[in-house]
């Protein structure tokens, strides 16, 4: 077999493709990152995974506390309830999902908003840009746990499988400090945390709600 038919190629879904400016380049970026280096990051999201269905299990029967499981893990309704293992997730499985970042040493290119990408071309970032993770991590985090959990914890899913396919739910995006984050329900100018739904985001509705419409792909060089 030769090497073009081993390497698996990713390819953004359709709803987020359309919304960057060279998506052709991210899809070669992610193929090339998982092709290198999928036994690696399978091999440590799976620990990730077993790790909270671990913990997930251990609450259901705790010896110490019979209400732990109501109180702090939502009662198992994590998409709905909020609690302290729902709010967790967004370590193990948003932010540290991956053992290898989605940067630009590892896939080739990093997301800019145009207004923060127009700053990097003036040589003018300083502090008025910051990295905003595009879908959420306690929304990822969460959305990961009830994929693993509602397929009967099939682990060899969700890392041969579901992974390389949804692997765009790990992005940042480098964005105006001003465009990141409402200050509160009356602020016009961040975007909203909490109100739109994974398939929303994908859409990039809430980033189109303050005006970014299109996200810029800045080339970089592959490790």
Same mark, same amino acid.
């Given at each position: 077999?030769?090497?073009?038919?081993?390497?698996?190629?990713?390819?953004?879904?359709?709803? &987020?493709?359309?919304? #960057?400016?060279?998506?052709?380049?991210?899809?070669?970026?992610?193929?090339? $990152?998982?092709?290198? !280096?999928?036994?690696?990051?399978?091999? $440590?999201?799976?620990?990730?995974?077993?790790?909270? *269905?671990? /913990?997930?299990?251990?609450? #259901?029967?705790?010896?110490?506390?019979?209400?732990? &499981?109501?109180?702090?893990?939502?009662?198992?309704? #994590?998409? !709905?309830?909020?609690?302290?293992?729902?709010?967790?997730?967004?370590?193990?499985?948003?932010?540290?999902?991956?053992?290898?970042?989605?940067? *630009? %040493?590892?896939?080739?290119?990093?997301? &800019?908003?145009?207004?923060?990408?127009?700053?990097? #071309?003036?040589?003018? =970032?300083? @502090?008025? +840009? %910051?990295?905003?993770?595009?879908?959420?991590?306690?929304?990822?985090?969460?959305?990961?746990? =009830?994929?693993?959990?509602?397929?009967?914890?099939?682990? @060899?899913?969700?890392?041969?499988?579901?992974?390389?396919? !949804?692997?765009?739910?790990?992005? %940042?995006?480098?964005?105006? @400090?001003? /465009?990141?984050? @409402?200050?509160?329900?009356?602020?016009? !100018?961040?975007?909203?945390?909490? =109100?739109?739904?994974?398939?929303?985001?994908?859409?990039?509705?809430?980033?189109?709600? +303050?005006?970014?419409?299109?996200?810029?792909?800045?080339?970089?060089?592959?490790?």
């Amino acid at each position: 077999m030769n090497k073009e038919k081993k390497m698996m190629k990713i390819k953004l879904s359709e709803q &987020f493709a359309s919304n #960057l400016n060279e998506d052709h380049w991210v899809n070669n970026g992610l193929s090339n $990152y998982w092709s290198k !280096n999928k036994n690696e990051l399978k091999g $440590y999201f799976y620990n990730k995974l077993m790790g909270v *269905k671990g /913990e997930y299990e251990a609450a #259901l029967n705790n010896p110490y506390d019979k209400n732990v &499981f109501e109180k702090h893990y939502s009662n198992g309704d #994590l998409e !709905n309830k909020k609690g302290k293992f729902r709010s967790f997730l967004r370590l193990p499985l948003g932010y540290n999902a991956l053992v290898l970042p989605l940067n *630009k %040493t590892n896939v080739g290119f990093e997301l &800019f908003s145009e207004k923060a990408y127009q700053l990097k #071309l003036d040589g003018s =970032m300083g @502090k008025k +840009v %910051t990295k905003d993770h595009i879908f959420g991590v306690t929304e990822v985090g969460v959305h990961i746990f =009830m994929e693993f959990m509602n397929g009967g914890w099939n682990w @060899k899913y969700m890392c041969d499988e579901w992974l390389p396919n !949804n692997i765009e739910l790990f992005f %940042t995006c480098r964005i105006l @400090k001003t /465009e990141h984050q @409402k200050e509160d329900k009356d602020d016009s !100018n961040g975007i909203a945390r909490g =109100m739109h739904t994974l398939e929303e985001k994908l859409q990039l509705l809430h980033y189109k709600e +303050v005006g970014i419409n299109k996200l810029k792909v800045c080339r970089g060089k592959i490790k």
